[in-house]
């Protein structure tokens, strides 16, 4: 069994060794520490020219990073929690998503920026949320959040490798130490998925491809409700799928998409959630960020463009206030199974 924090590592190792333009800058990544949740750790062991410690400045360290890929380099920036990718949403916005547009196709940025997001450790307001959505609308961006139903460190080295574009990686707090649940170095796939059928779908291939994801349970009936979540939600959907089946006998299926970026995504790459809803005309979205303007809205707005018209549609989501640090008021303030849960229950199915 292999966790997906061994997976990104093990794709950091195969990143720098297959190319020698690759270099990772971050805030304490360099050995012994290996970055804030251990990411990084080997790295400067086995490549300590390439890998940057940088001081604590955000802009600063993506600005220069945005420089090195301009020259040819494919720089990794860590930003160590995803709640600080406010202060390089200037570099990232008005400069490294722009200059391919600005120079005729004659610059490239092959910048990749990983930052882990998310609660439920008790790190309080300024260490706990999940802000990628203030980034999803941005022309020349792309956001990617990998999956534990694949290969989490296959998406993240394609995407230093092979991708053009400024990327933005999110990973969550608590997918880290999930195993991946399909089968990687030949490893059988772990007992959480016993009862499951999974799907990986790719969608068109272009200069990185980003897969989805569709699970639902085995010999079950035709699912009457189609759940649409990303990153560590999507585990808890997961959770959710068989509470409904167990407790409440309604049948649902995940898709789950690894890509999140709507200029790239939809409406194409989403084709397979576009057709689950032509069955199932219910859509539920799930997202750890804050519920209003956020990832679900947008494949809310587009179902309704791309599916004929829905019975029921809901998002579940975090609530709209600053995430405490007690336990009990974490859990109460972020969305879980339960929610989950309740919301399609409210559906009329």
Not at 13 to 28: Q, T
Not at 105 to 110: E, T
Not at 192 to 215: N, S
Not at 305 to 316: G, Q, S, Y
Request: glycine share 8%; charged share 20%; aromatic share 8%.
């Amino acid at each position: 069994m292999i966790s997906v924090l061994a997976s990104l590592n093990a794709a950091l190792l195969r990143a720098f060794a297959d190319d020698e333009r690759v270099l990772l800058l971050g805030e304490d990544v360099r050995d012994p520490y290996g970055g804030a949740f251990k990411v990084t750790r080997g790295l400067s062991s086995a490549y300590p020219d390439r890998v940057l410690n940088t001081p604590i400045s955000e802009a600063g360290l993506v600005g220069v990073a945005a420089g090195m890929a301009l020259r040819g380099l494919r720089p990794v920036v860590e930003i160590m929690f995803g709640d600080f990718v406010t202060l390089i949403a200037d570099q990232i916005i008005n400069h490294a998503a722009k200059f391919r547009w600005m120079y005729n196709d004659q610059a490239r940025v092959p910048l990749l920026i990983r930052t882990p997001m998310g609660g439920r450790r008790g790190y309080g307001p300024t260490h706990s949320q999940t802000l990628e959505k203030l980034f999803l609308g941005v022309p020349g961006l792309r956001l990617l959040a990998p999956c534990h139903f694949g290969d989490p460190g296959a998406l993240l080295y394609r995407a230093i490798l092979n991708s053009e574009t400024p990327t933005l990686f999110v990973e969550n707090k608590l997918q880290y130490l999930l195993p991946v649940y399909t089968p990687v170095d030949s490893l059988e796939p772990v007992k959480e998925l016993a009862e499951f059928e999974l799907q990986e779908i790719w969608p068109a291939q272009d200069e990185v491809a980003a897969p989805l994801y569709r699970l639902r349970l085995k010999g079950a009936p035709p699912p009457s409700v189609t759940l649409a979540a990303y990153g560590y939600m999507a585990e808890l959907a997961r959770q959710a799928i068989l509470t409904l089946a167990y407790e409440h006998e309604i049948f649902a299926e995940l898709i789950a998409p690894t890509q999140l970026s709507s200029s790239d995504a939809a409406p194409d790459a989403l084709q397979p959630l576009w057709e689950s809803l032509r069955q199932t005309q219910r859509l539920l979205t799930i997202e750890e960020g804050t519920l209003p303007l956020g990832w679900g809205a947008e494949i809310a707005a587009h179902a309704s463009e791309m599916a004929r018209p829905l019975k029921w549609t809901r998002r579940v989501g975090a609530a709209s206030t600053p995430i405490p640090a007690a336990g009990p008021l974490e859990a109460a303030t972020l969305p879980g199974v339960k929610q989950i849960v309740q919301a399609i229950q409210m559906m009329e199915i």
